[in-house]
């Protein structure tokens, strides 16, 4: 029943700018802590961004002040914007839900997770 798709990935030079969404059915943005995470080739999966169900943030140190993380709970919908992208940023990223309304940095207490969507900066 629940679902989470992501889009909007794609490839873009060095301080170009995306923007990602998460399409959740299935789950209330009211009720559940929502996250981005990424994880690039060889490299274990990092929380990049949260956002509780009331609406509070916070940022990995690596992508604070470039990414910004927030939701439509109406369109029941998530989105990155992320502007000044560095090849470092390179990785498949995933929307995330966990079954509590405050949130966590681990991958382990997130119960849903979308398919990924690739994003690539190349220098």
């Known amino acids: 029943q629940v679902q989470l798709v992501e889009s909007g990935g794609g490839s873009v030079q060095a301080g170009g700018s995306l923007r990602l969404s998460c399409a959740a059915s299935g789950v209330t943005l009211t009720s559940n802590c929502m996250a981005w995470f990424r994880q690039a080739p060889g490299k274990e999966r990092e929380d990049i961004a949260r956002i509780n169900a009331f609406g509070a943030t916070i940022y990995a140190d690596s992508v604070k002040g470039r990414f910004t993380i927030s939701k439509d709970n109406a369109k029941s919908t998530l989105d990155l914007q992320m502007n000044s992208l560095k090849p470092e940023d390179t990785a498949i990223y995933y929307c995330?839900?966990?079954?509590?309304?405050?949130?966590?940095?681990?991958?382990?207490?997130?119960?849903?997770w979308g398919q990924g969507t690739q994003v690539t900066v190349s220098s």
């Open positions: 995330a839900a966990r079954s509590l309304w405050y949130c966590s940095a681990h991958t382990t207490d997130y119960k849903y």
